[in-house]
């Protein structure tokens, strides 16, 4: 189960090509709401009006999102057998928030598999730490349950490790202390979230600010179904350029398998 | 100059919020116009509404596109001092033939810069290999001059080389078999193209069979401004599943600078 999260996610249809929802409290990071909260939300309006979930969505974020009633407007676009394009917008408090666009298709088992790739090694979630230190987590440390590894935990404490990459577990609904249910089923909105729920992976790097570096654009591709229990996630940069960096996810489910790729662009304010 | 390439992507605005161009004929893989060309002509009408070149643009693709003329609608989403933000839509013959979701913005150099990659090794342009051989050539393969690392070529011969990646050359206009002019000043619209110019990375795998692979969805960013000269492009992909794959690929210009990085979510049809 994710309860916090469907709660925190729900939409209700208000008519033709129209949805509220609520962006929730505790989702949020120092008063803006996270990117792939934001994400999940107006992606649960663009499944409902197609009847299908999410396989490709892109987010571009137009304004911070603040705690509060929103609207999102859908629009389809290509209504076919398989697959279903939509836009959409999600406004709040009348200013646009994101904008989207996805293709949103089941999961269809069969045709080619060669994969090249592993999942991140990651000790026991008990052995792994906090993605913030607890005293610093804001309500949003709360809602998700990510740890980090703790070889790649050293931006916590202003030791960055030189290298752009955080491996860790994601997961909803865990006591603070004690390892996530293993039979947990995060759905495919739930790797929305997984996929900007850590720490930006250059605050890693030496002569990178720690501090808000706003998500752009957010590109998640849905690669499978999870299996239940905690998600292993990596994600990694190499192009820091002129203060805007992609990074790139992974997350695996518990069975070995891609679940979903996401790649961002973010931006590193200028001082 | 690329000058072939720009009258082909050239658009004439026609009212609020609406341009013409034209699906251009050579510019097809087998009747159906190439997924990077239309992404740029799209975007020179999103990047002419709001006078800014693209920063990360998105396409997901709704029908193929045929020659013939096409009309563009462009919604300004924000309109920032920095940033815009636009969704646009081509169609063509009353279809809808991609839909775009995008952020513009000049390039501001400055900021943090921490490269961890470095641009393929590529032989001289002439010692590597046209992409298709020469009597299967569309007029596609005249438009792009694209010239692919030997060893990365055996998909052309049906000798798959297990590795999905292929590394290259990208320009236009240069004369079939004569190294291509260093000083051709290729520009972000051209990196659009360059980008989905090369064959689908996974006809390299075997297994996988060497046809027709329509793409989905396509990311493109633009991380810098081209020095002249030819580009250097990797793509590789590292997760077919279910018949589905992502592909990524770099972009580097002349001087050693990553300019383009794109992933795109493609299918192979089942038989």
């Known amino acids: 189960v994710q309860r916090g999260f469907d709660a925190a996610t729900a939409v209700e249809p208000a008519g033709e090509g129209r949805y509220t929802g609520r962006i929730d409290s505790g989702w949020d990071i120092a008063g803006n709401a996270n990117g ?19 396989l490709s969505v892109t987010a571009h974020y137009l304004a911070p999102g603040r705690v509060g009633l929103c609207e999102i407007s859908v629009e389809v676009l290509r209504g076919g057998r398989r697959m279903a394009t939509v836009a959409a917008r999600l406004s709040s408090n009348g200013d646009d928030v994101l904008a989207l666009l996805g293709t949103f298709a089941d999961q269809v088992p069969g045709g080619p598999t060669v994969v090249d790739a592993a999942p ?23 809602r998700v349950h990510v740890r980090v590894r703790p070889d790649d935990a050293g ?14 577990w994601f997961t909803f609904d865990a006591a603070p202390d004690d390892a996530p249910p293993a039979d947990q089923q995060i759905d495919v909105f739930g790797l929305l979230q997984a996929v900007d729920a850590f720490a930006p992976v250059c605050f890693n790097l030496d002569g990178v600010p720690v501090g808000w570096a706003p998500t752009l654009e957010l590109t998640v591709h849905v690669r499978g179904i999870p299996s239940p229990g905690p998600l292993r996630c990596r994600f990694h940069n190499r192009f820091v350029q002129d203060g805007l960096f992609e990074e790139d ?20 304010p200028r001082g």
């Open 155 to 168: 931006y916590r404490d202003a030791r960055p490790t030189g290298r752009a990459e955080i491996r860790g």
């Open 249 to 268: 996810g992974e997350v695996w489910d518990s069975s070995g398998k891609l679940v979903a790729q996401s790649r961002q662009l973010a931006l590193i």
């Open 36 to 54: 792939g909260y934001l994400l999940a939300l107006g992606a649960r309006a663009m499944a409902d009006t197609v009847g299908r979930p999410p």
């Open 120 to 142: 991140p090694e990651l000790p026991a979630f008990e052995r792994c730490v906090r993605s913030v230190p607890p005293a610093e987590g804001s309500g949003f440390g709360d």
